[in-house]
């Protein structure tokens, strides 16, 4: 955003810094602190009980709320005996890397009785984002919305709402999702899927013992509501759609989107949406669902079940109405499309667009420096000796990228990085394209057995780079939410089948492809996507249902630093913790 003090005249260096002290600085912003206390607490959801790992007692946790231009300082004070790291999922986190939060990726975790203050500038994004534990499966409890408003003074490109709600899907687990997931890394067989999904904590009425725990939004007629989406689901892409009422997509991944309207929306884990839903003229005597199911592709089990909440009108004051039960209302429910309905998924991402205005430019890189095509995928790893294992033919589940099976370290890669030790920890030949090539969407090789590394890919400062991501029919085709840290990426193109790099470049969009932090790679298709290395630090990239992660779904990008003192990485604070 081309704002350094460092070339920036000494008088206005002196006039900023004390203007800062006596207003919100527009250019400047504020700070805002948080203090997150990990802990322990009870929940109690389709009666069941469970002591859960979150955030200052809350579930969902707290909101982050804070301007474009605001630097946040967050505390992480870690009171459970879990080692425990947080990622603010799609901050760019420009040349603060030490504040992303993977846990082995940019730190190493939390320990108990621990902190770390994660502190980082929000730059160029607006909207809603979230943040949630990255170590293990501890997300599953772990998260809660992050806020983002423009600039003091600087409106949206669209009519200011009435009011603002943010709705954060999750998935519950009666059973303890660490746990869960163990068992399965354990057997080597698929995990047991959640018994639950959830909308700002609630199942709703359409589950056992229920009926009560549910999200409720109470709106009034004629007004326009900002709803801010949040997939923080594990495993699980959503449908949601609200009875009776169509949305207006404004903004998804904290940017602007031409708005466009519709009456269901699909939202992977790690993507956010901001619509605008406009309440009805006047009070309609009905209540009405919004309900939200997944969205699924792959062979495995998963949880089909629905989440619902309630979009309820206040009555008229003085009114007949007033004096009418809620109860006695009809009730309006929603239809969603079928569970794998991918015809309705093209057709949904076809209709995301950049704003791409004068104000919001949709800066494509056109001119491309590196290229690469990376296969995603499921695979097998070998059962151990004397062990029975519940994957595959025998064998244990895995998933890969180009074939490597991403090993994670004991030790952080940004510091292995930045101190220059990267021996023993990673080595930099992750592979441009597939070692083998062979029919990706065709009939499966019969030899599925991934490799393992902790590999990554160099890239220098202000690369221009090109990545096409190629779904693999290996264990079945499925679709792969693949997230990118430390960037947003346009989604230049995407098809079914193989990736034709003669004819589909011809297709693409540079002119107003959709930006974002995490992208649907197709089930059985490939993505196209562009970014510029812009960001010096390590940036993880993988898939955002759980499961692949776990099974090794996942890659590193090494960033290098740029010639000029603005266009390196800083240098890691003092209380960053230890391995
Ligand atoms: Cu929300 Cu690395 O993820």
Known sequence: MGFSLLSTPAFLVFFLFFTSFLLPNPVLGITRHYKFDIKLHNVTRLCHTKSIVSVNGQFPGPRIVAR???QLLIKVVN????????HWHGIRQLRSGWADGPAYVTQCPIQTGQSYVYNFTIVGQRGTLFWHAHVSWLRATVYGPIVILPKRGVPHPFAKPYKEVPIIFGEWFNADPEAVISQALRTGGGPNVSD?????GHPGPLYNCSAKDTFKLKVKPGKTYLLRLIN?????ELF???ANHSLTVVDVDAIYVKPFETGTLLIAPGQTTNVLLKTKPSYPSATFFMTARPYVTGQGTFDNSTVAG????ESPPNSLHSSISIKMLPLFRPILPALNDTSFATNFVSKLRS????????????KIDKHFFFTVGLGTIPCQQNQTCQGPNGTKFAASVNNVSFATPTTALLQAHFFAQSNGVYTPDFPNTPIISFNYTGTTPNNTMVSNGTKVVVL????????VMQDTSILGAESHPLHLHGFNFFVVGQGFGNFDPKKDPAKFNLVDPIERNTVGVPSGGWVAIRFLADNPGVWFMHCHLEVHTSWGLKMAWIVLDGKLPNQKLLPPPADLPKC
């Open 460 to 467: 220098p400062f202000n690369a221009t780079v090109e990545l």
């Open 355 to 366: 704003l791409a205005s004068a104000q919001f430019p949709a800066n494509v890189p056109q």
């Open 240 to 242: 949601f759609s609200i």
């Open 68 to 70: 474009e231009g605001d």
């Open 79 to 86: 009171h459970v005996s879990k080692n425990i790291s947080i």
């Open 310 to 313: 309630i979009l309820e009108y």
């Open 232 to 236: 923080a689901a594990l495993n699980d």
């Open 196 to 200: 639950a999904y959830t909308i700002n």
